[in-house]
């Protein structure tokens, strides 16, 4: 399963975990100015107790993405249809290739991504139709595929708004204090509070807890 | 264009340049055991006169394969249908898929890959089927693809035998001297003559020179 160390991530891994699936968590370093993302990864997988493999790949090589480039990340900005300057050119396909790599090497048929297609930033590749299509391609690829093995990319998340995300892995456990979801963060690694993914996560949580409960959540 | 420095792909990017396209070559250290062939690709690169990027990812992690693992390179091998142990989980998914993010940087829409269906090693990411899935992926992986944009993977090699790529890439002028195939390369990077890539190159090789013109171009 992929683990950026942001919620959906998290509670995708709660889910799976709760499935009874033994999980084995992979991240990547690529060049991305959050690497503070990285060490709420690391905690997290740590709280599940999985295995957890960091990758480093350099996107920053192609650059194009305001998380891999010299572009600024907007701040303040309406959450709407379009694909923002965030969107890093074909991460998922990238990332979810390494994850198949993985897989076949433990004799694994089951990737979990926590991509969400209600909640999100309108990247293209969270959507259902490019996971159909990945899975597709999965069993092409792989000598397993060839052999009889199905592939099956499971999405739990996909159809869920963010306050329902943040239910589901609250009845399932997650501590939500362990993740980290800015594109922006101050060098101490403070979220800045105003790019896309820091005001999807606040009003999430605005839907689940009360104000004064977010008061005495920090790191919420 | 994906360069690994070996035949295939050195004819292929002479394909695509006679083609008329403005190539940008990428090539990957992967922990592979034969280093040498990136020397290779280095070499095709310049002298065809393109943009060369090599990109460090690191499959050893995973491991799976006798060119990523401790685990020994067959030789004499009859080359027959079955999928051998030289095989990488994905290798292919990972590499069109770093492919299309810079496609999608540079604004290109036509991704040059030098698999062959015939004269091949038995993998399963080389085959027609899985290059049209990939195809389909790539429009709805990106944002360019969400715009309107089509991918196209070429694969001008599929159909052809190693012979015939070769007589396509000596027309081309390929200097096949700068290639290199060996799977398990002596340490000073002399090819042992005797795994898969080796074979199968010689055997082109031969069917295209006699054995005397072979004597005197000791490279190929």
Known sequence: ???????????????????????HALSFSYGQRHGVELAAARRIAQAFGVDHKVLEIDLRAFGGSALTDEIAVPKDRPIDDSIPVTYVPARNTIFLSFALAWAEVLGARDIFIGVNALDYSGYPDCRPDYIAAFQKLADLATKAGVEGARFRVHTPLIEMTKADIIRKGLELGVDYALTFSCYDPSPAGEPCGRCDACLIRAKGFAEVFTHDERRTMHAL
């Open 1 to 23: 399963m992929l683990l950026s160390g942001g919620v959906d991530s998290a509670t995708t891994l709660a889910i799976a975990q709760a499935q009874g699936f033994e999980c």
